[in-house]
């Protein structure tokens, strides 16, 4: 069929032609969204997920909203190694000049913008016409401490928001890779923007290993945020995930080749859209068939090889890649990790620091004490395939003198 026509182009956030499966997140998002703006109580939401189920995508969504319902938004991904400050600053200066446009926020507005200058000083954070070393320009975010000073910076722009009539939403992607402190932080400042029922609300996403996170940073985490987890869909989701936007596109699909889909994605969105790709690409004609599918996986596979599965596995060191090639001859997970050790013939102390290791990457998480899992879906069946002929890479013993 015509590939100018195919409705589906998987990759990283796009947003598929279907969003299917995500009514209950997208609806709460949006009440929540809808009680702040009209000054009512709501939650800030981590999404949770493994890769692929498509989190970037809703969050994305849950910033549409936020501009249809009149919201200011900042979008910000969390990379390793960035400061929370380095991310937020730039993000929040150009909120603040919008704010104050506002005759009725200005003043406030200007407030926040020299808070806003004090804690860019104290944090060296060099953006425009913040530079890293200035004077302070106020001395309520200038105290050093990061709890104190983002709390007080958020307070401060919240109130002038509030005096705009302009709500803010902040949205945070791959929130795991916030360093501790700055994931208390943030915890601490939005507590205290609640607390206060002013118009500034925080959605993030990350993985499994977040709601942990979140409880370590600060007890009352679980009471200040929803986690809605997103997980793969469902058969009737997955199914309307493909169908749907191939009739929009004027063909069809049958329904044994929809059922085969199903069995090969499990659902997992990112997956699903790659099916549904290749499908489109490989059929002769519509209705697109059971043996397309199975052309289509072919290529759906070594397309995930390629790509998605691949620039995952470049990452990881050979011990790493050994580790978690020893899950993956275990299967899909999770896996104790005592067994995972024994898999590799190595003790639990130094299997230990490449579990953690891996789940700072965000390779792998602990759904449970002394359990451990991919946080990449089917990475057990790439490994298998990237290391086909493996054995524990064990370090010889010394010989003994004498």
């Known amino acids: 069929m015509d590939p100018i026509q195919n409705p589906f182009a998987p990759g990283a956030g796009s947003r598929p032609p279907q969003l299917a499966g995500r009514d209950p997140i997208i609806v709460n998002a949006s009440v929540a969204l809808k009680r702040i703006s009209i000054g009512r109580h709501a939650k800030s939401q981590l999404l949770l997920g493994l890769r692929g189920v498509g989190k970037t995508v809703l969050l994305n969504r849950i910033g549409e909203i936020a501009l249809e319902e009149g919201y200011l938004t900042s979008v910000i991904e969390a990379p390793e190694g960035n400061t929370l400050a380095e991310m937020l600053a730039p993000q929040l200066r150009v909120l603040l000049f919008r704010i104050s446009g506002s005759e009725k926020a200005r003043v406030l507005a200007n407030r926040a913008m020299a808070t806003l200058r004090s804690f860019a000083s104290v944090f060296k954070v060099s953006y425009a016409d913040f530079e890293a070393g200035v004077l302070p320009e106020s001395d309520t975010a200038a105290s050093g401490h990061l709890e104190t000073d983002l709390s007080n910076l958020l307070l401060s722009v919240a109130q002038a928001a509030a005096a705009a009539e302009k709500p803010i939403a902040v949205l945070i992607d791959e929130v795991q890779y916030l360093r501790p402190e700055d994931l208390r932080a943030?915890?601490?400042?939005?507590?205290?923007?609640?607390?206060?029922?002013?118009?500034?609300?925080?959605?993030?996403?990350?993985?499994?290993?977040?709601?942990?996170?979140?409880?370590?940073?600060?007890?009352?985490?679980?009471?200040?945020?929803?986690?809605?987890?997103?997980?793969?869909?469902?058969?009737?989701?997955?199914?309307?995930?493909?169908?749907?936007?191939?009739?929009?596109?004027?063909?069809?699909?049958?329904?044994?080749?929809?059922?085969?889909?199903?069995?090969?994605?499990?659902?997992?969105?990112?997956?699903?859209?790659?099916?549904?790709?290749?499908?489109?690409?490989?059929?002769?004609?519509?209705?697109i068939g059971l043996r397309d599918i199975v052309r289509a996986s072919e290529k759906a596979t070594a397309a995930l090889d390629a790509s998605f599965f691949r620039v995952r596995f470049d990452r990881l060191t050979p011990r790493e890649q050994n580790y978690l090639r020893a899950m993956a001859e275990k299967g899909a997970g999770p896996h104790r990790s005592g067994d995972i050790a024994a898999e590799l013939r190595i003790d639990v102390t130094t299997a230990g620091s490449l579990r953690t290791g891996l789940i700072r990457k965000g390779m792998i998480y602990s759904p449970d004490h002394g359990l451990t899992a991919f946080t990449v879906p089917m990475f057990d069946a790439y490994m298998r395939r990237a290391i086909p002929a493996w054995r524990p890479q064990t370090r010889p013993k010394k010989k003994r003198k004498g």
Request: no cysteine.
């Open 186 to 287: 943030l915890i601490a400042a939005m507590h205290q923007v609640s607390q206060r029922s002013l118009p500034l609300v925080f959605f993030g996403a990350g993985l499994p290993q977040l709601a942990g996170l979140a409880g370590e940073a600060k007890s009352y985490a679980e009471r200040l945020f929803d986690f809605p987890e997103v997980g793969p869909l469902d058969a009737v989701a997955s199914r309307a995930a493909i169908r749907v936007p191939i009739r929009e596109a004027g063909a069809d699909i049958t329904d044994e080749a929809l059922e085969r889909i199903f069995e090969q994605t499990e659902g997992y969105p990112y997956f699903l859209q790659e099916w549904g790709h290749h499908s489109w690409d490989v059929a002769a004609k519509a209705p």
